[in-house]
């Protein structure tokens, strides 16, 4: 699937910036499951001293200055993005390799072990700002982790508790809003519902990473796509860990308890994958440091259209 992704930001100040330095996380990667053909990105003011490089977890990342007063940011970044499914000798390769992997054996490869080398993502198995450990995650995970039950399995019935016990409402929570509150009260929005079950995968001792994208969402039937009507998602990637007591593989398999789908290396060629990190804080599209500007409103829009 061929995919246009315009994602447009809009800063008002107040009062006037003086100097400012952002970075941002808007060029989709080339993953086995999606490749990047055109990216660029405008800004208004124009963006001096840039600079590009690619972040702890593999994302482009992009460093500008604008060192004239300004009162308004517009960035604007444009991809072209070719989305595959994965190939169907390999994917039946790859589901037969984790039949008889337990998460209790996937677990032990973030655990240390003298002599021993653990999985080179065994961070992700440690708790993060926005998805940390908690015994409540713990408890609330348990019922779909039963000894001896196999860790793709557990994890995809974890998702579609999430998806039928949680109610997704718009701006009932912000980036602000703790893991634990929305555990607690069972609503919120994707990014909300990615670090529930990151605090649960965490919190049983299993790594996984915070995914920031995009989905292609299709307007009622004979009603036109709206400019702007599409916003960026998250999900959850759980690690299959390289280091276990079985032969596994160095992959990783997506979880979207929004919308409760679920495969390797993406939930569907309707997703693109824009960042990865520990929570939201790691891939936040953009961030920066001002002088000046106390005071300001955000507009984002985003919209995802078929080539």
């Known amino acids: 699937m061929k995919l246009r992704i315009h994602h447009k930001t809009c800063y008002q100040y107040s009062p006037t910036v003086a100097t400012a330095q952002h970075v941002a996380h808007l060029e989709p990667a080339t993953t086995p499951c999606q490749s990047c053909a055109q990216h660029s990105l405008i800004t208004s003011p124009e963006a001096t001293n840039t600079s590009r490089n690619i972040d702890a977890f593999g994302n482009y990342r992009l460093y500008w200055s604008l060192t004239s007063p300004h009162d308004t940011l517009t960035v604007s970044a444009v991809s072209d993005i070719e989305t595959f499914s994965i190939e169907t000798g390999r994917l039946l390769e790859l589901n037969k390799s984790i039949q008889r992997l337990t998460w209790e054996n996937a677990k032990t490869a973030y655990q240390y072990r003298a002599g021993q080398a653990s999985d080179e993502w065994s961070g992700l198995a440690y708790g993060s700002h926005h998805a940390p450990i908690d015994l409540a995650f713990r408890l609330y995970a348990q019922t779909s982790f039963p000894a001896g039950r196999n860790l793709v399995e557990s994890a995809r019935h974890l998702m579609q508790r999430i998806h039928h016990e949680f109610k997704y409402e718009s701006l009932s929570t912000d980036v602000s809003t703790p893991a634990l509150s929305v555990l607690n009260d069972k609503r919120g929005v994707c990014q909300d519902f990615a670090h529930v079950m990151l605090s649960c995968l965490r919190s049983l001792g299993l790594a996984a990473r915070y995914v920031s994208g995009y989905l292609l969402t299709e307007p009622p039937p004979g009603q036109a796509r709206l400019i702007g009507s ?26 979207d308890p929004t919308n409760n789908r679920a495969d390797w290396c993406s939930p569907g060629e309707d997703y693109v994958r824009l960042a990865v990190g520990r929570d939201f804080a790691d891939v936040s599209p953009l961030r920066g440091v001002l002088q000046g500007g106390t005071n300001h409103t955000l507009a984002v829009s985003v919209t995802v259209e078929p080539l």
């Open 230 to 255: 599409d916003a960026s998602h998250a999900w959850v990637s759980l690690r299959i860990p390289t280091q276990s007591p079985i032969e596994g593989t160095e992959s990783w398999y997506d979880f």
